[in-house]
């Protein structure tokens, strides 16, 4: 596994918490807040994993843009979009200078979720980031039917709805 941004086949794992996935799958949540800026630029694929308990790889969603600002500044801007109360956001980004906030241009919900179990199998020796990580294409290929296709499919068309 690499830790190169998405460059010359390489995408971005998120780690998210099975709450917020939901939201995101469903559209309620429509941007996802990271204290550091991961490597990914609009248009750019990230697969969503589900942490405890869910550990599942569900699906991925396109970046729309990257939002960049102090804490209160970006509250303001993407606040309702976040899917997190006041209180939450304050506690998240305590002592940070800056957020990220990714917004989400669209989702693609698998239709079956691969397990961290799986992919073990798939992937010796992965390891769910706390955050996020970067997973190579040559990886992405050992994914199973609808997911192989993503790894080959380079505008990454099959995630539009």
Same mark, same amino acid.
């Given at each position: 596994? +690499? ?11 998120? +780690?998210? %918490?099975?709450?917020? *996935? /939901?939201? =995101? ?5 429509? *941007?996802?807040? %990271? ?7 609009? @248009? ?6 589900? &942490? ?6 569900? !699906?991925?969603?396109?970046?729309? @843009?990257? =939002? ?7 509250? !303001?801007?993407?606040?309702? $979009? &976040? !899917? =997190? &109360? ?8 305590? !002592? ?6 990714? +917004?989400?241009?669209? *989702? ?5 979720? =691969? +397990?961290? $179990? ?8 992965? &390891? ?13 290929? $050992?994914?199973?039917?609808?997911? %192989?296709?993503? @790894?080959?499919?380079?505008? /990454? ?5």
């Amino acid at each position: 596994m +690499s830790d190169a941004p998405y460059v010359g086949g390489r995408t971005l794992l998120l +780690s998210i %918490r099975p709450n917020y *996935v /939901h939201q =995101i799958l469903k559209g309620e949540k429509t *941007v996802e807040l %990271r204290r550091k800026r991961p490597g990914v630029q609009p @248009s750019d694929p990230v697969l969503i994993y589900a &942490s405890a308990p869910t550990y599942a790889l569900v !699906g991925v969603f396109i970046v729309e @843009s990257i =939002i960049e600002d102090s804490p209160t500044k970006l509250w !303001g801007r993407i606040g309702k $979009k &976040s !899917g =997190i &109360s006041a209180a939450t956001y304050r506690h998240y980004f305590e !002592g940070a200078a800056s957020g990220v906030a990714l +917004s989400i241009l669209s *989702v693609w919900e698998a239709p079956n979720s =691969i +397990s961290l $179990k799986e992919l073990r199998v798939l992937w010796p020796g992965f &390891s769910p980031p706390q955050s996020y990580r970067y997973i190579s294409f040559d990886l992405l290929a $050992k994914l199973p039917g609808k997911w %192989r296709s993503f @790894s080959q499919n380079k505008n /990454h068309q099959l995630f539009a709805r």
